[in-house]
T-cell receptor, first 112, second 112 residues
Framework: NAGVTQTPKFRILKIGQSMTLQCTQD?????MYWYRQDPGMGLKLIYY???????DKGEVPNGYNVSRSTTEDFPLRLELAAPSQTSVYFC???????????FGQGTRLTVV | LAKTTQPISMDSYEGQEVNITCSHN???????ITWYQQFPSQGPRFIIQ???TKVTNEVASLFIPADRKSSTLSLPRVSLSDTAVYYC?????????????FGSGTQLTVLP
């Protein structure tokens, strides 16, 4: 049982480039989340999804897009990378809203 | 946007009991309160969850007063390996939007 898997683990982007952070979970969880964590700071919710085909904005959605075509996958898209998006990105999933969330190991993104 | 508030840092010695409090004034009626632990370069890990009064598991206790506007995580007899950042997570109502917001986190340092 792999849990929540994120790829890549590290990435360096140039300003204006685009990329997709991949997240997949094998626990058949309905809820999935994307957070970002800046150095020395707490986690801020970017987007979340309550099931396939349904997504909603979190606290800091600007500059990002998501899709949820399957229960397992919840990719995060950066269209025009900016230095302000340098951060560690965590994906998580949970069976329901008020239940334990399982986190991936994170993707460390640097935009230069 | 409603926020949660935690102490920035706490120090303790091995074997002592540690209590970390989180304030969450705008918690929604049906929301649970969840605490997570995070080590450097890792995703958060679930510790405990509760709705009201007291919850205890094998690693911690969670105390929630009747008004539910705060919660206290209690770690009995901490060890050096408990040095980590601790976050409380609640679903906070902000107008009609739901926000799953982590607190700012408390850096717990356990000293020998």
């Amino acid at each position: 049982n792999a849990g929540v898997t994120q790829t890549p683990k590290f990435r360096i982007l140039k300003i204006g480039q685009s990329m997709t952070l991949q997240c997949t979970q094998d626990m058949n969880h309905n809820y999935m989340y994307w957070y970002r964590q800046d150095p020395g700071m707490g986690l801020k919710l970017i987007y979340y999804s309550v099931g396939a085909g349904i997504t909603d904005k979190g606290e800091v959605p600007n500059g990002y897009n998501v899709s949820r075509s399957t229960t397992e996958d919840f990719p995060l898209r950066l269209e025009l990378a900016a230095p302000s998006q340098t951060s560690v990105y965590f994906c998580a999933s949970s069976p329901d809203l008020n239940t334990e969330a399982f986190f991936g190991q994170g993707t460390r993104l640097t935009v230069v | 946007l409603a926020k949660t508030t935690q102490p920035i840092s706490m120090d303790s010695y091995e074997g002592q009991e540690v209590n970390i409090t989180c304030s969450h004034n705008n918690i929604a009626t049906n929301d649970y309160i969840t605490w997570y632990q995070q080590f450097p370069s890792q995703g958060p890990r679930f510790i405990i969850q509760g709705y009201k009064t007291k919850v205890t598991n094998e690693v911690a206790s969670l105390f929630i007063p009747a008004d539910r506007k705060s919660s206290t995580l209690s770690l009995p007899r901490v060890s050096l390996s408990d040095t980590a950042v601790y976050y409380c997570l609640v679903g906070l109502m902000s107008g009609s939007a739901r926000q799953l917001t982590f607190g700012s986190g408390t850096q717990l340092t356990v000293l020998p």
